[in-house]
């Protein structure tokens, strides 16, 4: 490195420093366009450092020996100056440096060590390019630290996530529990009131027949003692008068068998059985979904929501839009002439239709369960709030006739449509036009969507092309396969939290995974998994994919 500035260059600085309150912003973020006031001067490099770029600073082993001062707290007292010195010659000052050992080195290890090595050069001539060197190095471990920082917080999110899902998955478990547990004690229930039920019917049968019995006691009783008494007493007449009735008496008794009907009321059962229909009985399954992110994962087909119309033969969906409101999932369709809303909660869904003013092709998710919609016919965007049944709040009139359609940001809009000559506009939600983007090949955007990096994905059936574009026009990848990957007629857009591209291609009846940077990864949906005349797609927030076929949309979940 160079050697110690003059005293009088740092002095100058303190004196700059201490006649103002305000502190020189940090070489190296000035370097990124940032004004981080600077709190320490480093006296060898000649620039300021704000404490995070001090740090890296001080990482560089080339650096770590440089003198440096902090600006804030210097009074006028002048610096200790210090020299750049040789670790192993102490006495000698480090004027050259070695490219290739790519060390600082002194005239004696010059001649003793590096004789051999073929570049050296000049401290003085290497100081500005190490400087510059590292300087885009800390920016670079800037954007590294800033990199790992969003991901490190992305998997906290999703940890807390994954966390509070595990309670709603226990509280459903307990649910299903609890009913399959309120079957079995309703079956016990009827089984214990049958018992109690029959057994007090055979009891009241049996007491019946008790107190019969008793009466028919009593009679046999009277009778054997007037009998006995007769006799005992030897009376003629008595003899006679109770002789006439003892022949009936027999006769009765032998006619009707007193003996009371043995029944027992039981209970059968097969342990065995029932412990095997136990475990048999499914209260759910607890499954990873890994979702379009895992590019192994394979569609599972949750739901088919029913667009069909009666009295229509025909229903050709354009576009297909999820949100949340208050709990309830939203499931917003365009049907061309009517806005279709599909209300969903816990498994039960209902549908709510309203009527526009003209044809609908692309719908625009906004903030505050809001969206906007394409009315090319008339060359107007309507803006619908849901809350959650769809109400108009506003069209606004346009010069264009747009049918691309997506949210820029929370007072811009992105459009395109016919007469877009190879461009998207940028509006505002007035409907006046700020800016124009070219898009390249595609002469009529009728699909735009906004990447997570500000990017600008649309497309055209008629070119056969998806084109990524940046806000300035300039473009990223345009993706028109040949062979048997060709479009046939790309319609649709939508991306995933990872960054990857899912695009409708409708004449295949496909759905295809792209990289961020629009290279091919897989057809993830084909006709096999019920496409048909695909047009819109999107994700909602639990990852599940919706894609608007000819009659319905298809949802579907990635395991």
Not at 46 to 64: Q, T
Not at 334 to 343: G, I, Q
Not at 405 to 413: E, I, P, V
């Amino acid at each position: 490195m160079s050697q110690l500035k003059p005293r009088r260059v740092i002095q100058g600085l303190m004196d700059i420093l201490e006649a103002s309150p305000d502190l020189e912003a940090c070489s190296v973020c000035k370097e990124d366009g940032e004004t981080t006031p600077g709190t320490m001067y480093c006296t060898i490099c000649d620039d300021v450092f704000c404490d995070g770029c001090l740090k890296m600073h001080k990482k560089m082993p080339l650096l770590r020996d440089h003198e440096v001062i902090d600006v804030r707290t210097h009074s006028n007292r002048k610096p200790k100056a210090s020299s750049f010195m040789c670790r192993i010659h102490k006495d000698e000052k480090v004027k050259l440096f070695c490219k290739d050992c790519r060390m600082a080195i002194c005239t004696v290890c010059c001649s003793i060590k590096h004789r051999k090595c073929d570049d050296v050069e000049t401290i003085d001539v290497m100081t500005p390019l190490v400087k510059k060197t590292l300087i885009n190095e800390t920016r670079t471990q800037k954007n590294k630290i800033k990199s790992y920082n969003d991901v490190i917080s992305s998997t906290n999110s999703e940890i807390e996530k994954l966390s509070k899902n595990a309670q709603v998955m226990k509280d459903q478990v307990q649910k299903v529990c609890m009913a399959a547990t309120d079957v079995l004690l309703r079956k016990e229930k009827e089984l214990l009131e049958r018992i109690d039920k029959l057994t007090e019917k055979r009891v009241e049968e049996l007491k019946a027949f008790r107190k019969s019995q008793e009466i028919d006691l009593q009679l046999h009783q009277q009778r054997h003692e007037f009998t006995n008494k007769a006799v005992e007493g030897n009376c003629v007449e008595d003899m006679y008068g109770m002789y006439g009735s003892v022949g009936v008496s027999r006769i009765e008794d032998t006619s009707e068998d007193k003996t009371p009907i043995t029944s027992s009321i039981i209970f059968t059962h097969d342990t065995d059985k029932l412990l095997r229909y136990v475990a048999e009985v499914q209260l759910g399954e607890v499954r990873v979904v890994q979702g379009l992110s895992d590019r192994t994962s394979s569609p599972v087909l949750l739901q088919t929501l029913d667009c069909s119309r009666q009295g229509y033969t025909d229903c050709d969906l354009s576009d297909v839009s999820v949100m949340t409101v208050d709990g309830i999932k939203v499931t917003t369709v365009l049907d061309y002439d009517r806005l279709s809303v599909f209300y969903t909660s816990n498994k039960l869904s209902f549908k709510k239709c309203l009527q526009l003013p003209s044809a609908l092709i692309q719908i625009a998710k906004l903030d505050g369960a809001q969206a906007a919609v394409t009315l090319p016919d008339t060359r107007q965007i309507a803006f619908i709030k849901f809350d959650p049944e769809p109400t108009l709040l506003s069209t606004v009139k346009t010069k264009t006739e747009y049918y691309g359609l997506a949210c820029l940001n929370s007072s811009q809009l992105l459009a395109g449509g016919i007469e877009s000559r190879a461009s998207v506009d940028i509006l505002d939600r007035k409907g006046n036009v700020l800016k124009s983007i070219k898009t390249g090949v595609i002469m009529n955007p009728l699909y735009i969507h906004v990447m997570r990096n500000n990017n600008v994905v649309v497309s055209e059936g008629e070119v056969k092309s998806l084109v990524s574009v940046t806000r300035d026009g300039k473009t990223v990848f345009t993706y028109t396969p040949t062979g048997i990957r060709a479009l046939t007629w790309p319609r649709g857009i939508t991306t995933t939290k990872k960054g990857d591209i899912l695009l409708v291609d409708n004449g295949s009846n496909k759905v295809i995974q792209l990289t961020e940077s629009g290279k091919f990864v897989r057809d993830i949906l084909t006709a096999r998994d019920g496409l048909f005349c695909p047009g819109g797609i999107c994700l909602d927030d639990d990852g599940l994919l919706y894609v608007s076929c000819s009659e319905s949309v298809k949802v579907f979940t990635f395991e």
